[in-house]
């Protein structure tokens, strides 16, 4: 699996770092989404397709 | 538009649409049965002005993720849910009513202000507030009203700290933000309410410019971007949304508790819930519940109806909430359920900026209220209870609960 985040989309509500924390964390000065770990373990698929999911902007495209 | 146009056919639905007969925590019935039958539906809004109903939970994320329905309530054609809104709006739109890049410029500067690891890290403190109101709620009495004594002082002392506003006025702004969001105040009465808020805050951010705290005022004065009055209004936004919904989402959250004893009990039992829990509550219950209101820029075809350019559109997230292609047994309360995929915040680039907040303040307070009040009950009869169908925001007036 690969993630991408569009930084340019994302508007910062921070769903994604609640559905998939140890995936997608804020940046500091902006709560701009960013990708902690773009090709994640397995055990964490699921939770990064819920965050990909709920992401208001669509910004996490997610390739398998 | 001619006022032939403007005159619903009697058999139309009107929006707001009123909540009674039917069972105060589900969509009001003719949305509901709108649902039912038609994801898109013709509705008329309370002034005569025809509009449309999206009511899926699809039909709804696709119209508020798509720029080709505008937030713009400058916009010709877009639909407001009262007469004080449209008021409002003409006089000083904020970042809501606002479409990018316009918005998202204004948005920014506020994001870090509410991220996840941010608002977290308030927990400690948010804690420390809901016990000190429990004390002065429980000491010496077995009775009180939830709604003044808790549900509604905690999220409102959270957002003047946050904002560097006095908490000693809050009688003032709460007032205000009451009659901003009430469905029957005349647009003279929401105007004044308007523009005191506003001048109390520009007033506010002069006295910032000159003393900083390290309240979101002082620093968006700091930022040097913007003028005193436009901080104002974005105060002003963070003010009232602040307070509102945050309180009644949990006045109302614990009598749907309270009416779900299995519910309740499932949660007490095993308070590690509490996070699922407080994703249902906003599911089923979803306090905006006259609908996300944006226009159409140019046609779009949705769900086999063609809405034309300038045609006003209301996502109605709270049945898109009990949608039960998403929801199994959608109108059911399950604390145990992943309800993560609810519109309760909205959806697109206007989502919620505050929800990571909102979450650690509904989480705070309802579990401290379960753990503190083992007893917590309903002081009057549930028939009693007033419900409150007249304000943009649902939930109670008053909760009387004892223990
Ligand atoms: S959920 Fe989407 S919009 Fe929100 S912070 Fe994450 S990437 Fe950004």
């Not at chain 2, 316009?102 to 948010?126: D, S």
């Not at chain 2, 820029?297 to 996502?315: F, M, N, Q, Y």
């Given at each position: 699996?690969?993630?991408?985040?569009?930084?340019?989309?994302?508007?910062?509500?921070?769903?994604?770092?609640?559905?998939?924390?140890?995936?997608?964390?804020?940046?500091?000065?902006?709560?701009?989404?960013?990708?902690?770990?773009?090709?994640?373990?397995?055990?964490?698929?699921?939770?990064?397709?819920?965050?990909?999911?709920?992401?208001?902007?669509?910004?996490?495209?997610?390739?398998? | 538009?001619?006022?032939?146009?403007?005159?619903?056919?009697?058999?139309?639905?009107?929006?707001?649409?009123?909540?009674?007969?039917?069972?105060?925590?589900?969509?009001?019935?003719?949305?509901?049965?709108?649902?039912?039958?038609?994801?898109?539906?013709?509705?008329?809004?309370?002034?005569?002005?025809?509009?449309?109903?999206?009511?899926?939970?699809?039909?709804?994320?696709?119209?508020?993720?798509?720029?080709?329905?505008?937030?713009?309530?400058?916009?010709?054609?877009?639909?407001?849910?009262?007469?004080?809104?449209?008021?409002?709006?003409?006089?000083?739109?904020?970042?809501?009513?606002?479409?990018?890049?316009?918005?998202?410029?204004?948005?920014?500067?506020?994001?870090?202000?509410?991220?996840?690891?941010?608002?977290?890290?308030?927990?400690?403190?948010?804690?420390?507030?809901?016990?000190?109101?429990?004390?002065?709620?429980?000491?010496?009495?077995?009775?009180?009203?939830?709604?003044?004594?808790?549900a509604l002082?905690?999220p409102s002392?959270?957002i003047?700290?946050?904002?560097?506003?006095?908490?000693?006025?809050?009688?003032?702004?709460?007032?205000?933000s009451?009659?901003?969001l009430?469905?029957?105040?005349?647009?003279?009465?929401?105007?004044?309410?308007?523009?005191?808020?506003?001048?109390?805050?520009?007033?506010?951010?002069?006295?910032?410019?000159?003393?900083?705290?390290?309240?979101?005022?002082?620093?968006?004065?700091?930022?040097?971007?913007?003028?005193?009055?436009?901080?104002?209004?974005?105060?002003?936004?963070l003010?009232v949304a602040g307070h509102e919904t945050t309180a009644n989402m949990t006045s109302l959250g614990?009598?749907?508790?309270?009416?779900?004893?299995?519910?309740?009990?499932?949660?007490?039992?095993?308070?590690?819930?509490?996070?699922?829990?407080?994703?249902?509550?906003l599911?089923?219950l979803t306090i905006v519940h006259?609908?996300?209101?944006?226009?159409?820029?140019?046609?779009?075809?949705?769900?086999?109806?063609?809405?034309?350019?300038?045609?006003?559109?209301?996502?109605?997230?709270?049945?898109?909430?009990?949608?039960?292609?998403?929801?199994?047994?959608?109108?059911?309360?399950?604390?145990?359920?992943?309800?993560?995929?609810?519109?309760a915040f909205g959806?697109?680039?206007?989502?919620c900026?505050g929800q990571?907040l909102a979450r650690?303040e509904l989480?705070?307070?309802?579990?401290?209220?379960?753990?503190?009040?083992?007893?917590?009950?309903?002081?009057?009869?549930?028939?009693?209870?007033?419900?409150?169908?007249?304000m943009q925001i649902y939930g109670?007036?008053?909760?009387?609960?004892?223990?």
């Amino acid at each position: 699996m690969r993630i991408h985040a569009d930084q340019e989309k994302c508007c910062g509500a921070g769903s994604c770092v609640l559905a998939a924390p140890d995936v997608f964390d804020q940046r500091e000065e902006d709560g701009i989404v960013v990708v902690l770990d773009p090709a994640p373990p397995a055990a964490l698929h699921d939770a990064v397709r819920e965050a990909a999911a709920i992401c208001p902007a669509a910004a996490i495209t997610v390739t398998d | 538009m001619t006022t032939a146009e403007r005159t619903a056919p009697p058999d139309t639905l009107t929006v707001p649409a009123s909540r009674a007969p039917g069972c105060p925590f589900d969509p009001a019935p003719a949305v509901a049965d709108a649902a039912r039958t038609e994801p898109i539906t013709r509705a008329t809004l309370w002034d005569g002005t025809p509009c449309w109903l999206v009511t899926g939970h699809q039909d709804v994320r696709t119209v508020l993720g798509d720029p080709r329905f505008s937030a713009d309530g400058l916009r010709p054609g877009f639909p407001f849910l009262t007469a004080g809104a449209r008021e409002v709006i003409g006089q000083k739109p904020t970042f809501i009513r606002m479409d990018d890049p316009g918005h998202a410029k204004l948005r920014r500067m506020l994001t870090a202000e509410f991220m996840v690891k941010k608002v977290e890290a308030m927990r400690p403190e948010v804690q420390h507030l809901a016990d000190d109101l429990l004390d002065r709620m429980t000491a010496g009495r077995n009775s009180a009203d939830l709604v003044r004594e808790f549900a509604l002082p905690l999220p409102s002392l959270v957002i003047c700290l946050l904002l560097g506003v006095p908490y000693e006025d809050h009688e003032f702004f709460q007032e205000r933000s009451g009659i901003l969001l009430a469905l029957r105040s005349t647009p003279a009465e929401a105007k004044a309410a308007l523009d005191e808020l506003v001048e109390y805050l520009t007033r506010l951010a002069q006295a910032k410019r000159e003393r900083p705290d390290d309240g979101i005022i002082s620093r968006l004065v700091a930022r040097g971007e913007l003028s005193d009055g436009e901080i104002a209004s974005m105060g002003r936004l963070l003010l009232v949304a602040g307070h509102e919904t945050t309180a009644n989402m949990t006045s109302l959250g614990t009598l749907a508790l309270l009416r779900n004893p299995d519910q309740l009990a499932r949660l007490r039992a095993e308070p590690a819930l509490i996070k699922g829990a407080v994703e249902e509550l906003l599911r089923y219950l979803t306090i905006v519940h006259n609908g996300v209101p944006r226009v159409a820029t140019e046609d779009v075809v949705l769900g086999g109806s063609t809405i034309r350019a300038g045609e006003g559109v209301l996502c109605m997230i709270n049945s898109a909430n009990r949608d039960a292609t998403v929801f199994p047994e959608a109108d059911a309360l399950d604390v145990a359920r992943d309800a993560r995929r609810h519109v309760a915040f909205g959806f697109g680039v206007h989502q919620c900026l505050g929800q990571p907040l909102a979450r650690v303040e509904l989480q705070i307070a309802l579990t401290t209220l379960l753990r503190r009040l083992p007893d917590l009950r309903l002081a009057i009869p549930y028939e009693e209870v007033p419900f409150r169908g007249d304000m943009q925001i649902y939930g109670v007036h008053s909760l009387p609960v004892a223990w």
